[in-house]
């Protein structure tokens, strides 16, 4: 699934009105808003909502869920392209006179991608195990963030294929989790690691460690467990039946973000 984001593409202060003009493009709602004589860009006319309520309009645009992402990457982006060109050429003709001063600022060349192909560890970490916040001796790492699920229309389902059905996001409680180690190599695979949106969990676990920061959290472990495999001519699998207190050690001390309020995540076993 790759997403692009129109919304800091545009800056007039009627954007909103603009994008509502066009029925389907924005779902229901202000879109955003950009103020030429103001540099401080905000997607929601309320900025007293958290920031992650601001997003009316542009996590709504996107397309290729139901392509592959290794084969059809660049029609992803080429298609996601059109679509924001051809909208903003709407606008733009809609209303020449009101809209003549309407700017396209930038959009990125490169699609982010949302969910990805994830690999199968010797442990799948579970929504159940981000909310009970379950632990395990093996959790070198946190995580922290929201479940944010992208929810697409069947093919043929939607008016408009590049814009999405519905977007579920759940704060929970808002409070770190644990990442089991076995969820960051491979179970068939030995010298297979993982990080980021690769790693072993479910669809809604993953919709929470999809999120950048806590990437590279997985980013830390496994160079560190690399690290170890070549030192010890061992596999990650290795690592954990038998150098799993050295591999958490290296972690903590090359691990100097604080997670956890107040400190550091401890990883010990509940």
């Known amino acids: ?112 991608q ?3 192909r994830r690999y199968r560890g010797d442990h799948v970490l579970t929504e159940n195990d981000i909310r009970n916040h379950t632990r395990y001796n093996d959790m070198p790492v946190s995580n922290d963030g929201f479940f944010c699920i992208h929810c697409a229309w069947n093919p043929g389902e939607g008016k408009y294929d590049f814009r999405l059905k519905d977007w579920i996001m759940d704060v929970r409680d808002q409070q770190p989790y644990g990442i089991p180690f076995r969820c960051l190599y491979s179970a068939n695979i030995d010298n297979l690691l993982m990080a980021g949106k690769h790693i072993s969990v479910t669809h809604v676990a993953g919709s929470s460690v999809k999120l950048m920061g806590n990437g590279a959290q997985h980013g830390v472990a496994v160079a560190a467990a690399a690290f170890l495999c070549n030192e010890h001519d061992t596999t990650p699998r290795g690592l954990y039946d038998a150098r799993l207190d050295e591999l958490v050690g290296l972690v903590d001390r090359l691990n100097g973000h604080e997670h956890a309020p107040g400190g550091r995540f401890v990883a010990v076993p509940g």
Not at 44 to 55: E, G, L, V, Y
Not at 76 to 98: H, I
Request: proline share 7%.
């Open 114 to 116: 949302g969910e990805f």
């Open 1 to 112: 699934m790759c997403t692009t984001r129109p919304g800091s593409s545009i800056r007039a202060a009627q954007t909103s009105a603009a994008s509502e003009a066009l029925p389907g493009l924005v779902r229901g709602g202000a879109g955003p808003n950009a103020n030429p004589d103001n540099s401080t860009f905000q997607f929601s006319a309320d900025p007293s909502q958290a920031w992650m309520m601001q997003f009316p309009a542009t996590h709504y645009w996107e397309y290729g869920q139901w392509l592959d992402p290794y084969t059809s990457g660049e029609l992803v982006r080429d298609y996601l392209m059109r679509a924001l060109y051809g909208t903003f050429s709407n606008v733009k003709n809609a209303d020449p006179e009101q809209y003549a001063n309407l700017e396209f600022d930038w959009m990125a060349f490169v699609a982010a």
